[in-house]
C-alpha cells in the first residue's frame, strides 16, 4: 500500500481556498433566509467537521442539530439574559453601539448546531501535558464547518454569548461534555465584502506587523 500516495493540490486550488478562508463570515440573524438547508449540502459541511484534525486522532466532537423551535426558544431567552449582563462590561461610550448590534440568529437560522468536547476520559495521545489541545481540536471542527459552509454559500454565526450549562440542560447533554461554540446555519442574504464588525470599526484588523515575531517575543 502507498501510503504517501496523497493528493497534492495545484495553485489554481489553493487559489480557492485562499478565497474562502478570505471570504468567510459571521453572518448575523436578520440575514437569514427562511429556507432549509438542502440535505447534500447539510452533509457535505458535517464530513467536513468530522475531517477536522484533532490532537492523537482524539476526535473529541460532538454534534446536536436543532430544528425545534421551542428549544431554539429557550435558548434564545439565555443569550437575552447573558446579553443583558454583557452590556455594562464595555466602556460607557461602546455600549450604545453593542445594544445595536444584532449579535445571533438562533430563531431566525433554519439549523443550530451545538458542538460539544466529549473527554475521552483517558490518556490521550498528544494530550498527556497540554490535556486543553482536546477543546482547541473541537474548535477546528468548527472552523470546517464554517469553511465548508462558506464555500457552500451558506451563511454561519457563532453565539458565544450563552450560559453553557444551561444550554446543556435544555440539550440534556451528558455532564462530562462541553459546550464549545453553538452555532446558527443557514442560507443568507448575501455575504459582506469584510467582517460586519470590521465594517463597523468595533476592532481593527490585527496586522503581521502586529502579530507576528521570530524566535522569541
Known amino acids: 500500500m502507498d501510503i504517501l500516495n496523497g493528493k497534492l493540490f495545484t495553485a489554481a486550488e489553493a487559489t480557492v481556498l485562499e478565497d474562502v478562508i478570505v471570504n468567510r463570515r459571521d453572518v448575523r440573524g436578520n440575514r437569514f433566509l427562511d429556507k432549509p438547508i438542502a440535505p447534500d449540502t447539510l452533509n457535505k459541511i458535517l464530513d467536513a467537521a468530522l475531517h477536522a484534525p484533532s490532537v492523537g ?5 460532538e454534534f446536536v442539530l436543532i430544528e425545534d423551535n421551542h ?5 434564545r431567552d439565555s443569550f437575552a439574559a447573558e446579553n443583558e449582563k454583557a452590556i455594562s462590561l464595555f466602556d460607557a461610550d461602546k455600549q450604545p453601539e453593542y445594544i ?12 443550530n448546531i451545538a458542538v460539544f468536547y466529549k473527554p ?4 490521550v495521545l498528544g494530550q ?3 490535556e ?24 454561519v454565526g457563532w453565539v458565544s454569548i450563552l450560559d453553557p450549562e444551561q444550554v446543556k440542560n435544555i440539550l440534556k447533554a451528558p455532564e462530562e461534555n462541553k459546550l464549545v461554540a453553538y452555532l446558527c446555519l443557514g442560507y443568507t442574504d ?5 467582517p ?5 470599526q468595533w476592532e481593527k484588523r490585527k496586522m503581521k506587523d502586529t502579530a507576528v515575531f521570530y524566535n522569541t517575543y
Open 57 to 61: 486522532f482524539s476526535q473529541p466532537w
Open 71 to 75: 428549544l431554539k426558544q429557550q435558548i
Open 100 to 111: 445595536r448590534l444584532k449579535l445571533e440568529g438562533i430563531l431566525e437560522a433554519p439549523l
Open 120 to 123: 475521552a476520559g483517558k490518556p
Open 128 to 130: 498527556t501535558s497540554m
Open 132 to 155: 486543553e489541545v482536546g477543546l482547541y481540536s473541537v474548535v477546528c471542527a468548527v472552523q470546517n464547518i464554517w469553511l465548508m459552509a462558506r464555500a457552500l454559500n451558506v451563511g
Open 190 to 194: 448575501g455575504f459582506y465584502t469584510s
Open 196 to 200: 460586519e464588525l470590521e465594517l463597523l
